[in-house]
């Protein structure tokens, strides 16, 4: 199947032929359907605070002792996905055709003055015909113009204030500032960014970083960190034969956001904040997104102190009674049913290991119609219960009990974890042994013209996360403010 000069392609990225093989074998067999036990919920899975627990636990966060923290951003990737309907509206009119009024690419235009993008020396002002429709859209996607359609996410301009605009990777920083201050006023940042996109982002971050520093008395410590190309994964033709180019090259692909578990693994820090580089709001909005940031990094650190207490317990005086409070706790809290144990000390080993992992407490939002993946209680291989979060390509649609839960779910996930990395003796997870390699999923793409099948790797809050003590605590849908066209920044989130 594979030639030398294939091999010698497979191992100059990093991989092993191992690897390849299989993932070869995993397009072949699939993989297997998730039992899912039903939907997480309020009152089953999914805590909801008063107003008065909210504060309780934005408090816990402010005294809680912390071995280092950082928000970690992913941001790789460039953002044509978010020009898609633009470049489709741009090659219309570069055919000679116009766009109707309620065309994407027609409603930027008109209102293009209310983008932070914009200014009277690029644009001009707005006219309501083909050739001013064709300028907008040439001057936004293309190199002569601002290139925005190969440029990351990062670096896009997404707010106007009074003086300034603000590109989505600024707000990062901005957030940054008012929750995850550290001591010396230092905030910790990690972006995972592609290499052809380091020079953009740094230029970004030259232009804001000093302002921003005398301006919120902090210091950012700012980390790019990359996707290992070894992590990305062969295509497939449709008969699972390795899919080549043209050229005759085996054709890889990024594994999806997955492959940043290697990336999460090498960070030192003990708590880590999660949250995608397009969720950003106009600043106007944030003291409720700091505020359930806040929230979440509370509880997860009251999970933690509350599952050190019982490790420590277990460890010093372990009883029948305590292995029953600690079953309950898993139960109630975390959705985790253990099966009976046939001794004492199997008992206690088992509720060991349960305990000593590492901890996600994951935002769910109420579903208002957005994508996202959803929460579920599922049960594992070794029978126990645990809740997850899984993409709709996950659940099995031949199963009604599965389709039953998924028209009973009430949130989704909007990517706002915070996570706690280090064990009860202070040590550092190793966090790769603890990714589910059955929770991935396949994709069909193409290439130049041509169907293939891609494997995205179990997501990094999805299947990578499958091994965690994981809490899910409902949040405001004003937290969440994704930008995953360009005419989403024309909500009123991104307004000022």
């Known amino acids: 199947m594979f030639t030398h000069d294939d091999i010698r392609q497979i191992e100059a990225r990093g991989a092993s032929l191992h690897q390849i093989e299989e993932q070869i074998d995993r397009f072949k067999k699939g993989f297997p359907a998730m039992k899912i036990v039903g939907a997480a919920v309020p009152g089953r899975g999914i805590r909801v605070l008063s107003e008065a627990e909210a504060a309780a636990a934005a408090d816990y966060y402010s005294k809680a002792d912390i071995r280092g923290k950082c928000k970690f951003v992913p941001a790789s990737g460039a953002a044509s996905r978010m020009f898609k309907d633009m470049f489709a509206g741009l090659d219309k009119l570069k055919a000679g055709e116009d766009l ?3 065309a994407p690419g027609a409603k930027l235009a008109a209102r293009i003055k209310e983008f932070a993008f914009y200014t009277s020396e690029m644009f001009g002002t707005p006219e309501d015909s083909a050739a001013y429709r064709k300028k907008v859209l040439s001057l936004l996607l293309e190199e002569e113009g601002l290139g925005y359609g190969s440029k990351p996410k990062g670096v896009l301009k997404f707010h106007r204030y009074a003086g300034e605009v603000r590109t989505a990777m600024a707000e990062h920083l901005v957030e940054a500032a008012d929750y995850m201050r550290g001591d010396g006023g230092v905030c910790n940042l990690v972006f995972t960014i592609s290499p052809e996109h380091r020079d ?12 921003f520093e005398a301006r919120y ?4 410590n700012i980390t790019f960190t990359y996707q290992d190309k070894a992590t990305d994964t062969i295509a497939v033709d449709m008969e699972n034969r390795p899919f ?4 005759g090259e085996l054709l890889f692909r990024p594994a999806g ?11 030192e820090h003990e708590l880590v904040s999660i949250k995608n580089i397009d969720n950003v709001a106009h600043e106007k909005l944030l003291p409720a997104t700091s505020l359930y940031k806040r929230v979440l990094m509370g509880e997860a650190l009251k999970l933690r102190d509350r599952i050190f207490d019982y490790l420590r317990r277990l460890e010093s005086a372990p009883s029948p009674e305590l292995c029953s409070e600690i079953e309950g706790f898993l139960d109630s809290v975390l959705c985790v049913k253990m099966p009976a144990a046939a001794s004492f000390e199997a008992r206690v080993a088992a509720l060991r290991a349960k305990l000593d992992r590492p901890i996600r407490v994951c935002g769910m939002v109420r579903n208002e119609g957005e994508p996202g993946g959803g929460p579920y209680i599922v049960e594992g291989r070794d029978g126990t219960t645990s809740l997850q979060i899984l993409e709709s390509v996950q659940i099995p649609k031949n199963d009604p009990a599965a389709m039953s839960a998924m028209a009973g779910a009430t949130h989704f996930n909007p990517v706002d974890l915070v996570c706690l990395l280090r064990d009860s003796k202070g040590r550092k997870f190793d966090l790769l042994p603890r990714v589910d390699a059955d929770a991935g999923f396949m994709s069909s793409k193409s290439y130049q013209g041509r169907e293939l099948k891609a494997l995205e790797m179990p997501g990094l809050w999805n299947g990578a ?6 809490l899910f605590v409902e949040v405001p849908v004003e937290t969440f403010n994704p930008v995953k066209v360009v005419l989403d920044l024309l909500r009123p989130a991104h307004q000022g």
């Open 100 to 102: 109707p009024a309620d």
């Open 200 to 211: 953009l982002f740094e230029a970004a971050l030259a232009e804001v970083q000093p302002a």
């Open 217 to 220: 008395g902090v210091k950012y």
């Open 244 to 247: 080549r180019t043209a050229s």
């Open 257 to 267: 956001h997955g492959a940043l578990i290697y990336n999460l693994n090498k960070v």
């Open 465 to 470: 996360m499958s091994d965690w003590n994981t």
